[in-house]
């Protein structure tokens, strides 16, 4: 699994800006904050559990996770 790093967290040269850390939670408990990059590097080794999202923690394997196999909904449209 992949995760797709919007491009409004890119700096101008597509680095990754120093403010945009995400908390990883591993499976010994260990709770740490990295880019994104590593993030999709983590989630793909499974080497942590846990992500903080901005809705709260999201468990790997559990809640819903893009990725570059599966980014888009691709089931019957359901809007109204």
């Known amino acids: 699994m992949v995760l797709q ?3 409004f967290f ?3 040269q597509g680095e990754e800006s120093a403010f945009m ?3 990883v939670r591993h499976s010994t ?3 740490e904050q990295v880019p994104p990059r590593k993030l999709q590097k983590l989630i793909s080794k499974r080497k942590i559990v846990q992500f903080m999202r901005s809705s709260g923690w999201v468990t790997v394997g559990y809640d819903p996770v893009r990725s570059e196999e599966h980014g888009f909904y691709s089931g019957p ?3 109204k």
Do not use: A, D, T
């Open 5 to 7: 790093v919007p491009s």
């Open 29 to 31: 408990g260990k709770i």
């Open 10 to 12: 890119l700096g101008r």
């Open 77 to 79: 449209e359901r809007r």
């Open 21 to 23: 850390l995400i908390r």
